[in-house]
């Protein structure tokens, strides 16, 4: 078993060849790892209109992330260093506590067809729920190969909502996020649901807000796993509450939860902006906007929860197309869709945890400035070595900015033979 103790501190070569010895890749990871293979121009070219070119991303890896007892290697997509570190350390020490747990507690997703200017809104419901047999076979019909893999339209609800009436088609769409399959199946009821409520449709459409795709992710850390112990956790518990209260500071907790989220949603080719829409959505569900996650003490540990929609997928999309999309889910050891979610869960839950930690107790920006040393180096225009040393005398100062890695340069220069 490869040691991934200093793992940040390596060269990305002794990187690559730790991982090399921990997994088994195919000669196209192979390649795509050495190579640093992106997305080829000729296939991005068919992917979006007006293509120009491809843009990249740094790709970093988080070795060991206990979930549900396995260990897994976790691909970011992301810019940001302190994204990485943050979840490296997050999951180091729930790891040491344990890990995550995470449960899917269903994986359908929904789509709608509004209709509006029915005579009767109520009459058109009993109507359409006396025929839901007929719509769900009708519905199935109009994309008939997800049956062939166990999945299908499976259940009807409808819902008045003004002078609309809303019927909400749900569907196990299997490996895919599904958005094609229903969008199908909703066009295929459309006419029929039109003659049955004697009213107009105004659109059919997939919904983003994934209620009956829900995947929750727990831990639980030992007091003596926390640096500053019962103190830290008691005010990681207010933190919880406060972004609970507080649509301002919720709005900051749970972009620190998307940090995690997001890296690892890129990296597998998934639909970010869809993630994070229903997400969001399921933030406000009772009215306000709240923090997704949850802290809470029970007996001498810290209890973290956080509950989601996920409709994340292992197909579809650019998953089959990028290299590193596909190189990503070699690292992640092939998981199936409810794996992925728990997951993704994991990290939201992980980033969480270390952004309360430092909020609560040194603060965010000395550590984040830090991180950033690197990145003030190379604007102000340090290459090769120097952006190293650069970033060092940054690290070693009081303030971390521009000017002053500006300055630190020129001077550096100045001594160099």
């Known amino acids: ?13 002794e990187r690559l060849d730790i991982l090399m010895q921990e997994k088994t890749f195919t000669p196209e990871a192979l390649e795509t790892l050495n190579t640093d293979r992106n997305l080829p121009e000729p296939i991005a070219g068919q992917m979006v209109e007006n293509h120009i070119g491809t843009f990249a991303l740094p790709m970093s890896v988080v070795p060991e992330m206990l979930v549900n007892n396995e260990t897994y290697t976790l691909p970011l997509v992301t810019e940001e260093p302190s994204v990485v570190a943050a979840l490296n350390y997050a999951s180091q020490i729930i790891g040491k506590s344990g890990g995550f747990a995470t449960s899917v507690q269903n994986r359908l997703m929904i789509g709608q067809v509004a209709l509006y200017d029915l005579p009767d809104l109520e009459e058109a419901k009993a109507t359409i729920c006396q025929h839901k047999a007929e719509i769900i076979d009708l519905a199935n019909a109009s994309h008939p190969s997800i049956l062939k893999r166990g999945g299908g339209a499976r259940d009807l609800r409808l819902d008045i909502k003004e002078d609309f009436l809303i019927v909400y088609l749900l569907a196990d769409v299997k490996e895919a996020m599904g958005a ?22 105004l659109m059919a459409i997939l919904s983003n807000y994934a209620t009956e795709s829900l995947v929750t992710a727990t831990c639980r850390i030992a007091f003596d796993r926390i640096p500053g112990g019962q103190e830290t956790a008691k005010k990681i518990t207010l933190a919880s509450r406060l972004a609970q209260v507080d649509p301002y500071r919720a709005a900051t907790h749970n972009k620190g939860i998307f940090n995690g989220i997001d890296a690892l949603v890129l990296a597998t080719g998934n639909d970010w902006r869809a993630i994070e829409a229903g997400c969001h959505a399921y933030a406000c569900q009772d009215g306000q906007y709240r923090g997704l996650s949850s802290w809470s003490i029970v007996d001498d540990q810290l209890v973290g929860t956080l509950t989601l929609p996920m409709p994340i997928a292992t197909v579809g999309g650019s998953i089959g197309l990028n290299p590193k999309v596909k190189l990503a889910f070699e690292l992640l050891g092939h998981p199936d869709a409810k794996t992925l979610a728990g ?24 550590g984040h400035m830090k991180l950033q040393a690197k990145s003030l180096a190379m604007l102000a225009g340090a290459q090769g070595d120097d952006i190293e040393i650069v970033a060092q005398k940054l690290r070693e100062g009081q303030h971390t900015n521009l000017e002053k890695a500006k300055n630190i340069l020129e001077e550096l220069r100045k001594n160099q033979p």
């Open 343 to 366: 997951l993704v869960a994991s990290a939201g839950l992980a980033q969480n945890f270390a952004a309360l930690r430092a909020l609560v107790t040194t603060g965010i920006q000395a």
């Open 180 to 201: 094609n399959m229903i969008n199908n199946m909703l066009e295929g009821i459309k006419p029929y649901l039109v003659e049955l409520s004697q009213g107009q449709a």
């Open 1 to 13: 078993m490869p040691s991934y103790s200093g793992f940040h501190k390596k060269t990305r070569q």
